[in-house]
């Protein structure tokens, strides 16, 4: 999820030449209805913590709400601290990935996160 439509492109390009499918949301009110409806498809969620509307803080809490083992990497042009640190600690497998990023990070990042055991 990420509110800028390149990102999104470019991002779900690059997840899809390595076999990902990828559901796109440009909000945290689109990305909260979109995995009430798909979670049972979605194994990993990335999430822009600088959205507008409800941000992604409270769209994390939400979605995990809805499934509090959700997978979820944060994304952020920020380094991890103040309000993205304090969304990185709030469950679930949660790990940080700093903008712009690499293909060989997203790729690494997404298979660590889903590679993951459930506790």
């Known amino acids: 999820m990420d ?9 779900s390009n690059m997840l899809g030449q390595y076999g990902y499918t990828t559901i796109d949301a440009i909000s ?13 498809r979605i194994g990993l969620v990335i999430l822009d913590v600088g959205i507008p509307g ?3 803080h409270k769209c994390l809490r939400k979605l995990l709400e809805i499934d509090p083992v959700t997978r979820v990497i944060i994304s952020s042009g920020y380094l ?5 640190k ?12 700093g903008k712009p990023y690499r293909l060989v990070e997203i790729l690494k990042k997404a298979r660590k996160v889903l590679d ?3 506790d």
């Open 116 to 118: 993951k055991e459930d």
């Open 80 to 84: 991890a601290n103040g309000g993205t």
């Open 3 to 11: 509110d800028e439509e390149t990102i999104l492109d470019i991002s």
């Open 28 to 40: 945290g009110e689109d990305a909260i209805e979109i995995y009430k409806k798909e979670k049972g």
């Open 54 to 56: 409800m941000g992604g």
């Open 86 to 97: 304090e969304t990185l600690y709030a469950g679930a497998a949660v790990f940080f990935i």
